[in-house]
C-alpha cells in the first residue's frame, strides 16, 4: 500500500511564507513525476508546480517567481518553499505522485495526499 502525508499547512499573513512537504511511503518501487495541486472553494483542482524524476520543474503563471518545487528522491519526499504569499493562495493544497509499486505489478499509477489546508489573511 502507497500513501502520500503532506505536512506544513497553516495560517499565514499576506507576505509570508510556507513549506509544504509530502513524503511517500509504502511498497515502491519508483517514483516518476511528483507535483503539488491546490483547490479553492467551489473552484477546480489546478496544478500549482510539477517536478520530474529528473529535477525539471513546471509552475502555474500565477505562482512563478514566488513558488519553488524540490524533491528528495532519497526520502521519496516533494516539498514545496511558497513565498509571498496572498490571499489568492489560499486553498487546499493536495500532493500528487506517480508511483509504480510490486502490488501493480510495476505500473504507474497517480497517488494523492490528503490535502492540506493553507490560508492566507489580509
Known amino acids: 500500500q502507497v500513501q502520500l502525508v503532506e505536512s506544513g499547512g497553516g495560517l499565514v499573513q499576506a507576505g509570508g511564507s510556507l513549506r509544504l512537504s509530502c513524503a511517500a511511503s509504502?511498497?515502491?518501487?519508483?517514483?516518476?513525476?511528483m507535483g503539488w495541486y491546490r483547490q479553492a472553494p467551489g473552484k477546480q483542482r489546478d496544478l500549482v508546480a510539477a517536478i520530474t524524476s529528473g529535477g525539471s520543474t513546471d509552475y502555474a503563471d500565477s505562482v512563478k517567481g514566488r513558488f519553488t518545487i524540490s524533491r528528495d528522491n532519497a526520502k521519496n519526499t516533494v516539498y514545496l518553499q511558497m513565498s509571498s504569499l496572498t490571499p489568492e493562495d489560499t486553498a487546499v493544497y493536495y500532493c500528487n505522485a506517480r508511483i509504480s509499486s510490486p502490488a501493480t505489478m510495476f505500473a504507474e499509477y497517480d497517488y494523492w495526499g490528503q490535502g492540506t489546508q493553507v490560508t492566507v489573511s489580509s
Open positions: 509504502g511498497s515502491i518501487f519508483g517514483i516518476n513525476a
